[in-house]
């Protein structure tokens, strides 16, 4: 079964740190998740991605297949950063039905200090 | 801007009651899918479409259905609420299925079945 796993589960830092959310799986993926959840509740999706790096403006998400590890990372963090933010993947195992090929981690509540 | 939205936003219920939760997409994607959020776990897939007359059932279906009569709409019923089912739910879609395409979510619908 696949195994998700995120850390640290709360992370509480002051603006302008540098921030590192970690993700690890324990099956082969075809393709990882970053997702946001803000307070209030409404998801966004930051990134998808199965090699390599991707950036978009501050973020920045990594995976390592090799090791089954990915990192969320945040430079420059602002309050407006807070949120869970949520790892999931795809395994390559997937064969359909059941699950639609996605396993979710519990994700890691973020808070960032003025 | 299209858009995915659920309604309706928060809703009290007793138990044995007839529940329906309506979640509305304007990407015009053929794949969609609802979750469930609950404290100490991940999001759970409930059920899935992958086009208008297919639905397929995810890893916590049972007290769940859901109908696709057209592409736009996915309606998730609680046939018979139970407290069990007190949750966040979440409506996605996606333009590709099985977890290789970038998710959009509703802003989700808290239900309390008391």
């Known amino acids: 079964k696949n195994e998700v796993e995120q850390s640290p589960q709360n992370l509480t830092a002051q603006e302008g740190e540098f921030i590192t959310i970690n993700c690890s799986y324990s099956v082969g993926i075809s393709a990882l998740h970053w997702l946001q959840q803000h307070p209030g509740g409404g998801i966004v999706s930051l990134f998808m991605?199965?090699?390599g790096k991707k950036k978009h403006g501050r973020l920045i998400a990594t995976i390592n297949i090799q090791e089954k590890h990915s990192s969320l990372h945040i430079t420059a963090s602002h309050p407006r950063d807070s949120a869970v933010y949520i790892c999931?993947?795809?395994?390559?195992?997937?064969?359909?039905?059941?699950?639609?090929?996605?396993?979710f981690g519990k994700g890691t509540h973020l808070i960032i200090q003025p | 801007d299209a858009e995915i939205t659920q309604s309706p936003r928060h809703k009290i219920t007793e138990t044995g009651r007839q529940v329906t939760l309506a979640c509305h997409q304007t990407?015009?994607?053929?794949?969609m899918f609802w979750y469930r959020q609950d404290l100490g776990h991940g999001l759970r897939l409930i059920h899935y479409?992958?086009?208008?007359?297919?639905?397929n059932k995810g890893e916590v279906s049972d007290g769940y259905s859901v109908s696709r009569s057209n592409t736009e709409d996915l309606p998730l019923t609680l046939e018979s609420a139970a407290s069990s089912q007190t949750s966040v739910y979440f409506c996605?879609?996606?333009?590709?299925?099985?977890?290789?395409?970038?998710?959009?979510f509703g802003e989700g619908s808290r239900l309390t079945v008391l």
């Open positions: 999931a993947v795809r395994s390559t195992s997937y064969s359909g039905g059941g699950a639609d090929g996605l396993t």
């Open positions: 479409s992958y086009g208008v007359q297919d639905t």
């Open positions: 990407w015009n994607h053929n794949n």
């Open positions: 996605a879609s996606s333009e590709r299925g099985a977890g290789t395409g970038e998710l959009f």
């Open positions: 991605l199965s090699s």
